[in-house]
Nanobody
């Protein structure tokens, strides 16, 4: 029905950068908010950054000034530019989108499969 496919994770040294991408595909009528969450071992999943269809953004305090979320509405794609990465940013990063699919009654949450980001020297 709807798929979210993430890419761009990997291993990077502290202070380095990575760019995550997430493309939504399928029977999409409209996409509302899109965002990135992360989950480190032994911790709960937490919001990293979120962007509305109008372009309004919000960030976790721990990533403000280092991460930037953006989206390409025509491509149903959301990006996360991560700079000045720290070891504590190590986690599985999950894409999230609130999507109105064709033939349904309203918006619902969809999740990607997750991509590993490891920050280590």
């Amino acid at each position: 029905q709807v798929q979210l496919v993430e890419s761009g994770g990997g291993l990077v040294q502290p202070g380095g950068s990575l760019r995550l991408s997430c493309a939504a595909s399928g029977s999409i009528f409209s996409i509302n908010a899109m965002g990135w969450y992360r989950q480190a071992p032994g911790k709960q999943r937490e919001l990293v950054a979120r962007i509305t269809s109008g372009g309004s953004t919000n960030y976790a305090d721990s990533v403000k000034g280092r991460f930037t979320i953006s989206r390409a509405n025509a491509k149903n794609t959301v990006y996360l530019q991560m700079n000045s990465l720290k070891p504590e940013d190590t986690a599985v990063y999950y894409c999230n989108a609130v999507i109105f699919t064709i033939g349904t009654a309203g918006y619902r949450d969809y999740w990607g499969q997750g991509t590993q980001v490891t920050v280590s020297s």
